[in-house]
């Protein structure tokens, strides 16, 4: 019964390892950042409190955002709360806004033209009286023009704009904030789950030098 429960507590503490993220103090450069991968393109315009710089660029086709403190522990402390600020959903209250009010980048999601069985392409209608089949008469393309327009606007419908990166990660001196994948499933847009981001941000992580 004893090597029963010395068992149980040995398996516990392995679990606990597991799940939870190991923090370390690495101090991290502009540089060990590039080498991980990640192609910047500038600069957030938000000016983060005790930050050395804050990038955003592309990884794997994905948008990333990498926030560089000082310290480790600035990074878990303010960066932390600047993190939790760029990635902060809330219920729609207002217009479309569903992010909180000091996100920088957000996104339109959820289209109109998702929810109603679309595919975010651009739908050509044919129409008998502007042409014979699929065969256009020169003198109607206009009328098809826009028509064309039309479809474009119904598309271009804002339902929520959210924040752009929807999790994040610490490590070192370094704050990962990650864009979530989204796929369309013809009756809406399937956004991947906040673990799924996680494990994105973490695979980026560990690139790092």
């Not at 991968?37 to 592309?58: H, M, R, S, Y």
């Not at 957000?106 to 929810?115: D, P």
């Not at 959210?162 to 009756?187: A, T």
């Amino acid at each position: 019964m004893r090597i029963l429960l010395i068992l149980l507590i040995l398996l516990t503490i392995f679990a606990c390892s597991e799940t939870e993220r190991i923090q370390v103090d690495t101090v991290y450069s502009i540089d060990d950042v590039l080498a991980a991968g990640i192609k910047v393109k500038n600069d957030l315009k938000t000016e983060f409190p005790q930050a050395t710089d804050a990038k955003w660029g592309f990884i794997d086709s994905r948008e990333v955002a990498v926030i560089r403190y000082p310290t480790a522990e600035i990074a878990r402390t303010l960066g932390a709360t600047a993190a939790q600020e760029q990635t902060q959903f809330i219920e729609i209250v207002e217009k479309n806004i569903a992010h909180g009010p000091k996100v920088e980048k957000t996104k339109c999601r959820g289209l109109k033209s998702n929810r109603y069985g679309f595919n975010n392409k651009m739908n050509f209608k044919t129409n008998p009286e502007i042409g014979l089949g699929n065969i256009l008469i020169l003198n109607k393309l206009k009328i098809f023009e826009n028509e064309i327009n039309l479809t474009f606007q119904e598309a271009a419908v804002c339902v929520r704009r959210e924040p752009l990166y929807s999790d994040f990660v610490i490590h070192g001196n370094l704050v990962f904030l990650g864009e979530p994948l989204m796929k369309d499933y013809g009756q809406g847009q399937m956004i991947e789950s906040a673990e799924k981001t996680i494990k994105f941000l973490e695979e980026v992580v560990e690139r790092l030098p």
